[in-house]
């Protein structure tokens, strides 16, 4: 598509697909031009959560709303969490090595830990981790199928019913969680509003979930068919963090965005109307052959390596140094104890069902 229509209008949806490095760029930055607001009618299901979202948001109200929870996404908050994140980790590859070493990184590491991570970032009970986990994956299951089904209805009333009795009882006895601090903060003189308080939630839920999971997933993945490179990260570990960037490039988890033109607009020589729904595609971008040199080939050398894996401007992932810094810490962990680490030989390695995020279903080692 690059090559063919880099620039395509998919007459049936209406929607402009976006496909090379620069243009993609273009989308994802230009807010003026390119807004992140929910196209279409008020949405169901959970989307009505995510529309007073800071996802969702666009200036003046994006960056107040952004200003809100950068203080807890920062490198250093985050490096403080590096030792709870190297126990847990380390506690998860504990369960599978005493399986004998086989088992499915998925469930048993990738999936486990960033949930966690995030659960007591946010002060859920232990307790509830489980049906946390299953608001995540329906929710993240409509943004692949698009809105309407009954039991993601039911999910989004559940999740509210228990994020509003949450709220509440923080409101009543504050700790020292992202929620509390939410609750106590400010814009303007003004508090959040319950719907941005939720949508502030069931964001950082999503976004922080299952993108994680398969950026440790992707990597093992890669580890599995560059052997050559598991040899040298074994003698040399600082090159993890190279690494870990060469696969958000070469299987970015996300691979699309989606924005709406705000005026008639010119993207690859293609007129846009306004109102349009536009994709941007992060996959295909750090896949141009314009941007890097022999894109195609998984290269942990490669610099520099500008991808576009986390997005670009203003709604730059917020997540980005909770995120690398879990992959890494999985990573260490599974290269120390299963040194000889790969996908079982003859596995059948299943793609999830999604045209946004990428990742395995299961990934048995
Ligand atoms: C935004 C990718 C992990 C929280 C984004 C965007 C991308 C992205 C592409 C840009 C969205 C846009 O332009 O509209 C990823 C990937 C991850 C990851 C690939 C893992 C490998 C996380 C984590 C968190 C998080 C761990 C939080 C715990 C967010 C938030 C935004 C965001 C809050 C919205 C920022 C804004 O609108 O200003 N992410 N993400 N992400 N991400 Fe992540």
Redesign the pocket.
Known sequence: MRAAAPVFHDEQSGSWHVFRYDDVQRV?SEHATFS?RMGGDAPSGSGQLFASS??T?DPPR?RQL?SL?TQA?TPKAVDALAPRISALANELVDGMVARGGSADLIQDLAYPL?VIV?SE?MGIPAQDRERFKHWSDTIVSQTRTGPGSGSQDTTTSEMVEYFLALIDQRRSRPGEDLISSLLSAEIEGQKLSVPELLGFCA??LV??NE??T??IGNAVLCLSESPGTLDRLLKEPALLPQTLEEV?RFR???QS??RVSVAETEVGGERIPAGAPIVAW?GSANRDERQFERAAEFDVDRSPNRH?????????????P??RL??RIALEALLARLPGLSVASGAHLERMESTIVYGLKAVPI
């Open positions: 994802l992140s800071l996802i948001a994006h952004r929870v996404f960033p995030i970032l964001l950082l976004a922080g993108t994680t398969n950026l958000l970015s988890p996300v965005m989606y992060i576009v894996a986390f997005g670009h401007g203003i709604h730059f992932c917020l997540g980005a909770l995120a879990e992959a």
